[in-house]
């Protein structure tokens, strides 16, 4: 069973930043788009962002744009989300995602995810 472990959650004033690590034992690692995801208290979980199989393509929700940044890194299965600029708002826990795409371009961003770790919490205090 595939598994997917998230670090670096914590605590940040608002403004700060926080980098968020996924690794991952999804094989073949590069046959997958990543994805972050994060519920916030009382809240659906709701996309982040993606990042297609080879990085060609990455997709974020408006609110994060300009602030939050993913990225992979194929030598060491990893992904990662580079969060800038944080607001009270982004508090939430962030799960990463992988899923299998047959297109190298192809970006979900529904919650129809292969595999999913456990979740890590970031609040921002305002």
């Known amino acids: 069973q595939a598994q997917l472990v998230e670090y670096g959650g914590g605590v940040v004033q608002a403004g700060g930043s926080l980098s968020l690590s996924c690794t991952g034992s999804?094989?073949?690692?590069?046959?997958?788009?990543m994805g972050w995801f994060r519920q916030g208290p009382g809240k659906e979980r709701e996309f982040v962002a993606g990042?297609?199989?080879?990085?060609?393509?990455?997709v974020y929700t408006d609110s994060v744009k300009g602030r939050f940044t993913i990225s992979k890194d194929y030598n060491n299965r990893m992904a990662y989300l580079q969060m800038n600029y944080l607001k009270a708002e982004d508090t939430a826990v962030y799960y990463c995602?992988?899923?299998?795409?047959?297109?190298?371009?192809?970006?979900?961003?529904?919650?129809?995810?292969?595999?999913w770790g456990q979740g890590t919490q970031v609040t921002v205090s305002s």
């Open positions: 995602a992988a899923k299998r795409t047959r297109s190298t371009d192809e970006v979900p961003t529904t919650g129809n995810y292969d595999y």
């Open positions: 999804v094989s073949p690692f590069s046959d997958y788009a």
């Open positions: 990042i297609s199989r080879y990085s060609s393509k990455t």
